[in-house]
């Protein structure tokens, strides 16, 4: 079985809406948060910036939520703006539908693939893990990873998932050889 692992290289761009530039513009989610408190509740934003404009645009991540309930190291990576702690409410679905924006994931993976030893046994089988949940296409990725033709990999290849339908989990598929 050969591992096949699709890696984050950077934050993905977000696609929202921005005051100034219009109804789709991009930001970039190298953000930091911006905590305010009141009283013993506490509000939570991300802050991100537009590509176009350069402006500010802020995220809600937690609003009016009582000091006790939030966990310590969260609370610590809030105030001291943790690269993890962005990336990782970035990537949160949660958050996405929330605040409206899409993420734009073009760019911001890679894939490591060892090639398939054409004189080792048939058929290969393969397995894909995605570290973070970057849509891909099934029968895009591979095809990529063995630089086959789509059309070919449509006929070679034996896949648990629809290879035409995006996936954002890991998966596995066969190569079947060539006849």
């Known amino acids: 079985m050969l591992p096949w ?36 509740l506490l ?11 350069d402006r500010t645009i802020k995220l809600t991540v937690h ?7 939030f966990d310590p ?5 809030y105030r001291e703006n943790d690269p993890e702690l962005v990336a990782s409410r970035l990537l949160d679905p949660l958050l996405a539908r929330r605040n409206r924006f899409a993420l734009d994931w073009r760019g911001a993976w890679r894939l490591d693939a060892p ?10 089988r393969v397995e894909v893990v995605l570290e973070d ?14 630089g086959l033709s789509r059309s070919e990999v449509l006929r070679r290849i034996k896949c648990e998932v ?18």
């Open 5 to 40: 692992v699709v890696r984050r290289t950077g934050l993905p761009l977000l696609s929202l809406r921005c005051a100034a530039c219009g109804p789709e513009s991009a930001a970039v989610g190298e953000g930091r948060f911006r905590v305010n408190a009141n009283g013993k």
């Open 43 to 53: 509000d939570v934003w991300l802050l991100v910036r537009c590509s176009s404009c």
């Open 63 to 69: 609003e009016r939520v009582p000091v006790r309930s």
């Open 73 to 77: 190291a969260d609370l610590r990576g």
């Open 115 to 124: 090639p398939p030893r054409p004189d080792g046994p048939w058929p290969v």
């Open 133 to 146: 949940p970057v849509p891909v296409r099934p029968d895009r990725l591979i095809a990529r990873g063995l």
């Open 162 to 179: 629809p290879l035409r339908r995006t996936t954002s989990a890991g998966f596995a598929f066969t190569v079947m050889p060539v006849d």
